[in-house]
T-cell receptor, first 113, second 114 residues
């Protein structure tokens, strides 16, 4: 089956620290990979995506590279801000029609000033 | 920028009551989804809907659940007889089609069953 494994949180960092949130996946077929972010009290927002191997998704200073050989899609940011405090979800979608997203459990990030 | 909207933002209901959660997907999207997130847990798929019928459903989506697209804009999730364990945040999502894998999520409806 399809599944996503994320590093357990919570993650607490000081402002301007480097962030890595690990994500690995198992999929039947060739998935597209996503990172969604959920700010406190809000819904899910697409942060970035990659649809094929070696693609790098990027947005708002966040990056993730689709690594087929290690089945990973780790999220990174060089310098986090307090406003990045949120829950981050890694997800996959197998490219076969109207299939659902499969989410990881989410990683809560707290950034302190 | 168009967005998915959901109403109400918070619904409180008594166990055994019926609830209807409403969603207005983005207008040119063809695929519609419901997910739920029990507090502190991961987001779980419930059901997908395309061409006026269910495409796929999870084991969570039992006979107590139903979905409908009653007109050209609304997409609803009905829970016939709510249970305490139905308390969760329910997210509606929509997508353009098979070649575009992105799903756009609404802000969610928090359902509290007492």
């Amino acid at each position: 089956g399809n599944s996503v494994t994320q590093m357990e949180g919570p993650v607490t960092l000081s402002e301007e620290a480097f962030l890595t949130i690990n994500c690995t996946y198992t999929a039947t077929g060739y998935p597209s990979l996503f990172w969604y972010v959920q700010y406190p009290g809000e819904g899910l927002q697409l942060l970035l995506k990659a649809t094929k191997a070696d693609d790098k998704g990027s947005n708002k200073g966040f990056e993730a590279t689709y690594r087929k050989e290690t089945t990973s899609f780790h999220l990174e940011k060089g310098s986090v801000q307090v406003s990045d405090s949120a829950v981050y979800f890694c997800a996959l979608k197998v490219a076969s029609g109207n299939t659902p997203l499969v989410f990881g459990k989410g990683t809560r990030l707290s950034v302190i000033a | 920028e168009p967005e998915v909207t959901q109403t109400p933002s918070h619904q409180v209901t008594q166990m055994g009551q019926e609830v209807i959660l409403r969603c207005v997907p983005i207008s040119n999207h063809l695929y519609f989804y419901w997910y739920r997130q029990i507090l502190g847990q991961k987001v779980e798929f419930l059901v997908s809907f395309y061409n006026n019928e269910i495409s796929e459903k999870s084991e969570i989506f039992d006979d107590q659940f139903s979905v409908e697209r009653p007109d050209g804009s609304n997409f609803t999730l009905k829970i016939r007889s709510t249970k305490l364990e139905d308390s969760a945040m329910y997210f509606c999502a929509s997508g353009r089609g098979e070649l575009s894998y992105e799903q756009y999520f609404g802000p969610g409806t928090r359902l509290t069953v007492t």
